[in-house]
């Protein structure tokens, strides 16, 4: 069986990343933890950051750095892939289904048993799992269905088969090509430097100017924001992702 660092060692939950503006930078548990349980909320849509996070997190390189910070833990790199999916499937049961934080001991070992019989060769395409379907077998089906699909539809079967079944499932609204090109358009007059504060004022004002509608979630914030240039006063950060996210996507 796998060494479960997730449940060993109470600084494996915060070994996490994103790669967000081209600069890699750590992510939180409290985030990822908070975002899950928002996802639940009516009409809360996971946001890409969580994704590209748990992307860069679940590679080869995000279990090497763990590796060298512990270079005295006898672990390998498997034990820590595995850990981390092991957190990214029993956070979201934990936090619908009224799970203890800390696993039990016949869930710890159902899941540890799924995990475990896994095969080594796609450990370096465990980014690809398919975490999105297991989610929302979370929103809509009782927890005991959701271990049964999960075993039925193991990861090493996502791994196998997940481009092939992503060719014809739909995930989540279709892009907005249309609003993220003109988003792009805005923000492609002011440059590299788009980013300063002054320009990134102006780009806001331009945006709002255009009728370009803000994220779902904005409005909901607990100071809503309509517009960008209100976004932009509360949660500057999130407007920078919003817009890297459009020009990524234009």
Same mark, same amino acid.
């Given at each position: 069986m796998f060494v479960n660092l997730y449940v060993q060692k109470p600084d494996f939950g915060e070994h996490n990343f994103s790669d967000f503006l081209n600069r890699i930078e750590p992510v939180e548990a409290v985030y990822i933890r908070k975002h899950i349980e928002s996802s639940y909320s009516d009409e809360f849509e996971i946001e890409p950051y969580f994704f590209e996070m748990m992307r860069l997190t679940l590679s080869a390189g995000a279990a090497a750095a763990y590796l060298r910070k512990h270079p005295d833990l006898p672990i390998t790199e498997r034990d820590c892939l595995l850990s981390k999916l092991f957190? &990214?499937?029993y956070v979201p049961m934990e936090i619908r289904f009224g799970l203890p934080e800390s696993p039990d001991w016949e869930m710890r070992i159902s899941l540890e048993e799924l995990l475990e019989s896994l095969p080594d060769h796609p450990m370096s395409r465990l980014q690809e799992f398919d975490? /999105?379907? &297991?989610?929302?077998?979370? @929103? @809509?089906q009782d927890l005991e269905t959701v271990l049964s699909r999960l /075993?039925?539809?193991p990861p090493a079967a996502s791994l196998a088969h997940g481009n092939k079944r992503g060719q014809g499932r739909k995930r989540g609204p279709k892009a907005d090509l249309s609003r993220h090109r003109q988003i792009a358009g805005i923000v492609n007059e002011y440059g590299e430097n788009w980013r300063d504060d002054e320009h990134l004022s102006d780009i806001c004002e331009d945006l709002d100017k255009a009728g370009i509608k803000v994220s779902p979630k904005w409005p909901k914030w607990k100071k809503p924001a309509r517009s960008f240039r209100r976004a /932009?006063?509360?949660r500057k950060h999130e407007v920078i992702k919003a817009i890297q996210y459009s020009i990524d996507r234009s």
């Open positions: 957190q &990214f499937l975490w /999105r379907s &297991f989610y929302e077998d979370t @929103c @809509c /075993r039925k539809r /932009r006063a509360e």
